[in-house]
């Protein structure tokens, strides 16, 4: 016997086969990077469209969006993304303090982005 306490197991997250499952998530899409997955659903044509926020601004797109969650093996791209939030939060607090909603999303981005890189394994 061992006096080692049993480790509960941790869910492993399985990546959904809809992109459109991961909207208002941090993921990575291949060739524009990390971003939130602001919106992906198919036009009535069959074709996908999807929107991605990063730290940089807007991206939008068609086509399948290759997303997949935030894990391990984006940590450059994800420290990279942490480091312009932190940087465009202080330039809004300095140089435009009226601009609240602006200064709210990134603060909102930005605790999002800690918390989804807080339960990786």
């Not at 080692?4 to 459109?20: G, I, K, L, M, T």
């Not at 069959?46 to 797109?61: A, Q």
């Amino acid at each position: 016997m061992s006096a080692e306490p049993v480790r509960a197991q941790q869910p492993v997250a399985v990546a959904s086969p809809d992109p459109a499952d991961l909207t208002g998530r941090w993921v990575y899409l291949r060739d524009i990077g990390a971003g939130v997955l602001t919106g992906a659903a198919r036009t009535p044509a069959g074709r996908w469209y999807w929107s991605l926020r990063t730290p940089e601004g807007e991206v939008e797109g068609t086509g399948f969006p290759h997303a997949a969650p935030l894990s391990r093996h984006a940590l450059p791209r994800t420290r990279r993304a942490r480091h312009h939030l932190r940087a465009l939060h202080a330039d809004l607090s300095e140089y435009a303090p009226e601009a609240v909603a602006e200064r709210t999303r990134v603060e909102h981005d930005r605790d999002l982005l800690d918390l989804e890189l807080a339960v990786q394994p």
